[in-house]
């Protein structure tokens, strides 16, 4: 089975406004982090936000936040106020603590921002 | 800032021939990791390094092989190339699976075209 799954291989959003990027996970690790990267046309994998799973709160992280729905296994990344730089390829990925150093990342989503 | 660097960001080779990817990192970081990225797969970990001369398996360790012989540098060796490893390839570093700050920072990728 997927350990994460992102179910939307592209999204569009206009500029301005606010977009959510969909990621659910699986594990039977009580003790696990979600992190969300960035991957502009360059390459480059940029780190966004993390969420750890004994967190109370969601992560935020200016524009971007971390809807952390434990129960529903789900850790959809918010971006409020799009701007056309955020057009890029996002990833959702898990660290499980039996799982030591390695992340498992999704498949990805492609956002385009729309002027 | 954490930087991570690639040997080549684009690099063509022959089937058969045996090619070499390296990677550095200035941060002092104990993990090394090696991935490849696939349209549609995301982020899929061929080996990993927790420590010099220290090596794991990640997920397709088959047809490739790694060395660590310093700590700040990680290459990824293919020891005969084939078409199917046509790819983009992201090393990445990070502090150890312990400490809070655990994101991993990667480098802008080498694009591999094996002919």
């Known amino acids: 089975a997927q350990k994460i799954t992102q179910t939307q291989p592209g999204m569009f959003v206009q500029e301005k406004e606010a977009v959510t990027l969909d990621c659910t996970y699986d594990t039977s690790d009580p003790s696990y982090g979600l992190f969300w990267y960035k991957q502009p046309s360059s390459g480059e994998m940029i780190f966004l936000i993390y969420q750890g799973s004994y967190d109370q709160q969601n992560a935020t992280e200016g524009r971007y936040s971390l809807n952390f729905q434990k129960a529903r296994k789900s850790a959809n990344l918010v971006i409020s106020a799009s701007q056309l730089g955020d057009s890029a390829m996002y990833f959702c990925?898990?660290?499980?603590?039996?799982?030591?150093?390695?992340?498992?990342f999704g498949g990805g989503t492609r956002l385009m921002v729309k002027p | 800032d954490v930087k991570v660097t690639q040997s080549s960001r684009y690099l063509v080779k022959r089937t058969g021939e045996k090619v070499f990817l390296e990677c550095v990192q200035d941060?002092?970081?104990?993990?090394m990791f090696w991935y490849r990225q696939d349209p549609g797969l995301g982020l899929r970990l061929i080996y990993f390094s927790y420590d010099v001369k220290m090596k794991e398996k990640g997920d397709i360790p088959e047809g490739y092989s790694v060395s660590r012989e310093k700590k700040e540098r990680f290459s990824l060796i293919l020891e005969s190339a084939s078409t199917n490893q046509t790819s983009m390839y992201l090393c990445?570093?990070?502090?150890?699976?312990?400490?809070?700050?655990?994101?991993?920072?990667f480098g802008p990728g080498t694009r591999l075209t094996v002919t």
């Open positions: 990925a898990m660290r499980e603590r039996n799982a030591g150093n390695m992340l498992t």
């Open positions: 990445a570093s990070s502090l150890p699976a312990r400490s809070p700050n655990y994101e991993q920072y």
């Open positions: 941060m002092d970081h104990e993990n």
